[in-house]
Structures are given as C-alpha cells and as structure tokens.
C-alpha cells in the first residue's frame, strides 16, 4: 500500500509538471500567454502610470497577475496540486490508513506540500532551451 502511494503520487507530479509545461512555455498556449500579459501590461500601467519604459513595464507586468501564476512553477504547481491531490484520493480510493496516526487533513497537507515541491522541482529542471 505505502509503494503504490508513493507512486501514484509521483506520477501525479510528472503529470502536473506536463501540465505546467505546457501552460507556462509550449508553443500551443503562447496566444493564451501573449493575452495575458497584454492584459497584465494594460493594467499595470493604470496603476503606475509614471512607468513609461515599455521594457520595465513588461518585466513589472510578467510577474504580476495570472501570467505570473501561470509561468511560476511554484505557485501555480501548489495550486494545482492542492487541486488534484484529491482528485487522485478520490478516483483511486486513497486514504490514509492505519499505518498512519496522522489525521486525514495532516496528511493531506503533507502530500500536497511534498507532491507540489516535486511538481516544482520537474518543472524548473526541465526549462525551455535546456540540453540535456
């Protein structure tokens, strides 16, 4: 029971690294991305209106709003996970059992901090532009 929870929690990280991937730098989102951060940039200019470089507007407004939750491995990997942790509990008929003392939401806790440090770690190692 451990080995495969372990395992199915580890492929739910390779999964959700795909996922990121594919929402952060893969070529099929870039209309979703380039909107986005067209909206962001829209935006941070309204709020600070005395930026007039475009270049600083657009590093400012790419670490702002959902673009930058989008493009963040961390945050939106948390998020995700948070999300599809129990999906895959309910789906699979996971739950903690008597090999464990910890109450269910601890355990929740625990595997969505640990599922979304390795979803995040997946996805910063495999950056667009790596040769590996």
């Given amino acids: 029971m451990v080995l495969s929870y372990a395992a199915l929690h580890a492929a739910l990280a390779l999964a959700l690294a795909r996922v990121l991937r594919v929402l952060s730098h893969d070529t099929i989102t870039n209309r979703l991305r380039e909107t986005l951060l067209t909206r962001q940039v829209a935006k941070t200019r309204l709020v600070m209106p005395e930026r007039t470089d ?10 702002r709003g959902l673009y930058g939750f989008l493009t963040c491995a961390w945050c939106a990997g948390f998020w995700l996970t948070a999300a599809a942790v129990p999906v895959l509990w309910t789906l699979s008929g996971i739950t903690p059992g008597p090999w464990t003392s910890l109450p269910t939401w601890a355990w929740y806790a625990l595997t969505v901090l640990a599922v979304s440090e390795l979803t995040g770690l997946i996805a910063r190692h495999h950056q667009p532009g790596d040769k590996k």
């Fill in 54 to 63: 475009t270049a600083a507007l657009i590093d400012t407004a790419q670490k």
